[in-house]
């Protein structure tokens, strides 16, 4: 099983809502990842959890709160959005850090509209 | 930090021909990967080829090659027999020690039937 599921596919939601974005792998992969992007344009990082520890935030706003609750599970938690904020959020996975030859497994996304 | 650019943000290629994807990147180190990945309309961005910096040889899979230059720090996609399925985003990638990929703009390639 060579699948990163993400859910919903799709979300709407307006700027007082609180949602979550889920992520989900099975290939024992150490190394997870959360994506932001905007139609036409490279993948942005916005967290990087190794061994279900938060390693690299990149200067993410407050209104993202992402966590780890087991190796195979990643959750985005949205709070307070801005319209800006409406992009697609891709998630990832490697077998670990700090191995430059190992890919990145990618999600299909979930397409975020803020209204 | 490594750069990675992509000079041509749209190409087009006639069904059955051949296109080049060009990608330069600076980097201080000496043994590293570098990668090609597709983003088809509205699905996942899967890994198209993997190229090793301390192999002198070329990565192939299938109709899709590199052209690595190491010195000039070029590292281009050769994509053979074009098909209406490889239209798509492509984006060139290059991790750091630490697995951080760092992504070029893109190009966006159409083939036309």
């Known amino acids: ?115 | 930090a490594q750069t990675v650019t992509q000079s041509q943000p749209e190409m087009s290629v006639q069904e059955a021909e051949t296109v080049t994807l060009s990608c330069t990147y600076d980097t201080s180190e000496n043994n590293y990967y570098l990668f090609w990945y597709k983003q088809p309309p509205s699905r996942q961005m899967i890994l198209v080829i993997r190229q090793e910096a301390y192999k002198q040889q070329n990565a192939t899979e299938n109709r899709f090659s590199v052209n690595f230059q190491k010195a000039a720090k070029s590292f281009s996609l050769k994509i053979s027999d074009s098909q209406l399925g490889d239209t798509a985003m492509y984006f060139c990638a290059f991790p750091d020690t630490g697995n951080q990929f760092y992504f070029g703009t893109g190009t966006s390639l159409t083939v036309i039937p």
């Open chain 1, 1 to 115: 099983d060579t699948e990163v599921t993400q859910t919903p596919k799709h979300l709407v939601m307006g700027m007082t809502n609180k949602k979550s974005l889920k992520c989900e792998q099975h290939m024992g992969h150490r190394a997870m990842y959360w994506y932001k992007q905007k139609a036409k344009k490279p993948p942005e990082l916005m967290f990087v959890y190794s061994y279900e520890k938060l390693s690299i935030n990149e200067s993410v706003p407050s209104r993202f709160s992402p966590e780890c609750p087991n190796s195979s599970l990643l959750n985005l938690h949205l709070h307070a959005l801005q319209p800006e904020d409406s992009a697609l959020y891709l998630c990832a996975s490697s077998p670990e850090l700090g191995q430059m030859f190992y890919e990145q497994y990618f999600g299909p996304g979930t397409r975020l509209t803020v209204t």
